[in-house]
C-alpha cells in the first residue's frame, strides 16, 4: 500500500510539470526496510528524478522507474533525461537549490539507509539519462 500510495503521489506530481513517466513494477515487501527508510529511498530517489527534468526541454521530460526482484535483492532503478551529464558538472552531486542549507540531504539519506541494510548503491550516466539504482537484499 505504501508503494502505491508514494507511486500514485510521485507520478501525478511529474505530470503536472509535463514529465512522462514509464514504470515496471513489482510487488516486493522490501522486508529488511522499515517503512520509513522505505518511504525516504523512493521519495527521495523520484523527487531528484522529477527536480532534475524540471530543467529539461518539455518534449525531453522522462523518468524510467522499475522496481523488480533481481539476484536476491529487491531493486529500485529511477532514471531521467539529461541533456547534459550531471556527473561531469557536479561529480559530488551537491545540491544546486538555491538555499543550501535545507537541501542536499536526499541523497545522502538515500546512501545512509543503503549502507544500514547492506544493500548497494550505483550512480551513473548512460545515453543522456542519469540513474540511481539501489539494491536491497532479500
Partial sequence: ILLNHII???????KMVNIMVKAEIENLQFEKLS??????LLTNALDN?????KNENVDKR?????????????TIFVKN???QS??????????Q???????????????????????????YEEEHYF???????E
Fill in 131 to 137: 540513474c540511481i539504482r539501489l539494491f536491497i537484499p
Fill in 81 to 83: 533525461y539529461i541533456e
Fill in 97 to 123: 537549490k538555491e538555499e543550501k542549507e535545507s537541501h542536499g540531504y536526499g541523497l545522502k539519506k538515500i546512501k545512509e539507509i543503503i549502507r544500514s541494510c547492506d544493500g548497494m548503491c550505483d550512480i
Fill in 86 to 95: 550531471v556527473l561531469e558538472q557536479n561529480p559530488e552531486l551537491k545540491s
Fill in 62 to 74: 522522462e523518468i524510467l522507474v522499475s522496481i523488480t526482484r533481481n539476484r536476491g535483492y529487491e
Fill in 49 to 53: 528524478a522529477i527536480e532534475a527534468c
Fill in 8 to 14: 500514485n503521489e510521485k507520478f501525478q506530481a511529474a
Fill in 35 to 40: 517503512s520509513i527508510d522505505f518511504s525516504a
